[in-house]
C-alpha cells in the first residue's frame, strides 16, 4: 500500500484526467500549428549500423517477459515537462498518439497525457500516480525527470518506466528502468548544412559586413542553448560541423538561458548573439522565442536568418527561418510498444536516426540558398548508408588537433572514463542512447556557463 497522498492523487488523476484511460486530447496550438509532421534532446565504425548494435547491447540487459500482450489491455502514461505549446511535448504528444494509433492503441482510454510537470519532486509523484491508476508503461520526455522516474521504478518492479533523454538506465542495473533516444545529432548535422549553404550564398552576394567576421575573418554564427549539457554540447557541435561541411571559414557563440523553454530569456539571448554580428541563429531550446527575434531583427534590416528546433519555425519566422531539426519520436516509439508488445522486452537503451526514419529537418524556408534541397538530399543520402559520419575525428580539432581519444562519461560521475573514439569516429548514441559527446572543439566559444 502506497502513501495516502499517492492515493489521493490517484483518485484526482481518475477524475480529471481518467487516469490512463484519460481523455487522450493531443490538439496542440501555439508552436505545433506549422507542425505538418509527428515530430518536433554506427556501428564500431560510426553511424551505420548503430541501430543493430544499439538493440543488440540493450538485449543482453533486458530481461522483459517474453510472452506476447494484448494490445487492447495495455495502459500508457507520458509525463511532459511543459505542454502542447512547447515544440518539444508537442512532438512527443504527437509522436505517442500517432505510434498508438498505427498499433491499434485507443489513444482516448489507453494513453493518459499529463503536462507542465516538473524536473522534481513532482515527477516522482505524478509517475507513482500513474502506477497506481494502472498504467503499464510509464514515459517521461525530459532529462531531468529520470532520478524521479528511477525512484518509482524502484518501488513499481512490475511497470517499465522509460525516461527519454536520460542517460542512468544502463548504469542502474533495473530491468524495468530504459532510455529513449534519437540520433538528433543528425538531424542538427543536415540544419547545419542548410545554413552552410546560406552563408556561402550571404558572402559571395557581398550581403555581410565588417561586424559579420570575427578577427580571423570567419563568418560569426550564433546558438541558443538551453544548459551545457552533453545533449547540448553534441547538439551545436553536430551543427557547427554541418556547417563547415559546405563554408569552413565560419566561428560560433553559444548562449546558454539555463532552461528548456523560456520564450523571452531565448529571445534575449538571440538578440546578444545578433548584438555581436551573428548571421545565422541556431538552438536548441523549445520556444519560438529566438527565431522571433531573429525575424523582428530582419524587418528592422539586419541580415539574419535562423535555424529552428522540435516544429517548422516558418509562422514565427516567415522571412528567416531556413529549417529545423526535428525528431520523428512517432519511429521510436512505435518500435518501442511493438517490442513490447510482442514479448521481446524493451531495450535498456535504444536509439536511431536517418536509416530508421527517426529524424529529419522540416520543410525548407523561401530564404533557403539556391542548391540546398539538392545538397540536404546527397547528405541525407550519405547518412542513412553511413558513408557520412558526423563526428568523424578528421573533421575537426580540439587545441589545435585532430583528437584520437574522447571520452564518455558513463558511469554519471562528471569525468569521461569510457574511450568514445573507435576507428576515427566518436560513437555518438552507440554506448547510450543519450548524447555522450561533451568535447569542447576549436571555432565554439560558449559565453557563458550556462
Request: aromatic share 10%; with cysteine.
Amino acid at each position: 500500500m502506497k502513501k495516502l497522498f499517492a492515493l489521493i492523487l490517484s483518485l484526482a488523476m481518475v477524475l480529471s484526467l481518467t487516469a490512463c484511460g484519460g481523455s487522450g486530447d493531443t490538439d496542440t496550438t501555439g508552436d505545433t500549428a506549422t507542425d505538418d509532421t509527428t515530430t518536433s534532446d554506427e556501428s564500431t565504425a560510426g553511424d551505420t549500423d548503430a541501430a543493430e548494435e544499439n538493440g543488440d547491447e540493450a538485449d543482453e540487459t533486458s530481461t522483459d517477459e517474453t510472452a506476447s500482450y494484448d494490445v487492447s489491455e495495455l495502459k500508457i502514461g507520458l509525463i511532459c515537462v511543459e505542454d502542447e505549446q512547447s515544440g518539444y511535448d508537442a512532438a512527443h504528444i504527437n509522436g505517442l498518439t500517432e505510434a498508438c494509433q498505427e498499433l491499434g492503441i485507443d489513444v482516448d482510454s489507453q494513453v493518459t497525457f499529463v503536462y507542465n510537470i516538473g524536473e522534481d519532486e513532482e515527477c516522482y509523484d505524478t509517475a507513482v500516480d500513474l502506477a497506481e491508476a494502472g498504467c503499464d508503461i510509464i514515459i517521461s520526455d525530459s532529462y531531468g525527470h529520470q532520478s524521479y522516474m528511477l525512484q518509482a521504478a524502484q518501488e513499481y518492479s512490475d511497470i517499465i518506466f522509460i525516461a527519454d533523454t536520460g542517460d542512468m538506465a544502463n548504469q542502474v542495473g533495473l530491468d524495468n528502468y530504459k532510455n529513449l533516444f534519437t540520433y538528433v545529432y543528425q538531424s542538427r548535422y543536415v540544419s547545419g548544412v542548410v545554413a552552410g549553404m546560406k552563408i556561402a550564398e550571404l558572402v559571395e552576394n557581398g550581403e555581410l559586413t565588417e561586424d559579420n567576421y570575427d578577427a580571423d575573418g570567419n563568418v560569426l554564427v550564433g546558438y541558443v542553448g538551453a544548459y551545457p549539457y552533453a545533449e547540448v554540447v553534441s547538439g551545436y557541435t553536430a551543427f557547427y560541423l554541418g556547417i563547415k561541411s559546405v563554408y569552413p571559414d565560419v566561428s560560433m557563440q553559444v548562449q546558454y538561458t539555463n532552461s528548456w523553454y523560456d520564450w523571452t530569456g531565448e529571445y534575449e539571448a538571440a538578440n546578444t548573439l545578433m548584438a555581436n554580428g551573428c548571421v545565422i541563429i541556431g538552438q536548441h531550446a523549445d520556444s519560438t522565442g529566438a527565431p522571433s527575434a531573429v525575424q523582428a531583427a530582419y524587418e528592422s534590416g539586419s541580415t539574419v536568418f535562423c535555424v529552428g528546433y522540435n516544429i517548422d519555425m516558418l509562422t514565427s519566422a516567415p522571412d528567416t527561418a531556413l529549417t529545423s531539426a526535428q525528431n520523428n519520436w512517432s519511429v521510436i516509439y512505435r518500435e518501442t510498444l511493438e517490442s513490447y508488445l510482442s514479448g521481446a522486452g524493451i531495450p535498456t537503451d535504444f536509439a536511431a536516426g536517418y536509416a530508421d526514419g527517426a529524424v529529419q529537418i522540416s520543410a525548407l524556408g523561401p530564404a533557403c540558398a539556391d542548391g540546398t534541397e539538392e545538397k540536404v538530399a546527397e547528405v541525407e543520402a550519405a547518412l542513412t548508408d553511413g558513408s557520412l559520419q558526423v563526428f568523424d575525428v578528421s573533421t575537426f580539432t580540439i587545441d589545435g588537433v585532430n583528437p584520437t581519444s574522447i571520452l564518455i562519461d558513463m558511469d554519471l560521475d562528471y569525468t569521461g572514463e569510457t574511450e568514445g573514439v573507435v576507428d576515427g569516429v566518436f560513437q555518438e548514441s552507440v554506448l547510450r542512447s543519450a548524447p555522450g559527446f561533451e568535447a569542447r572543439i576549436d571555432g565554439i566559444t560558449e559565453l557563458n556557463n550556462g
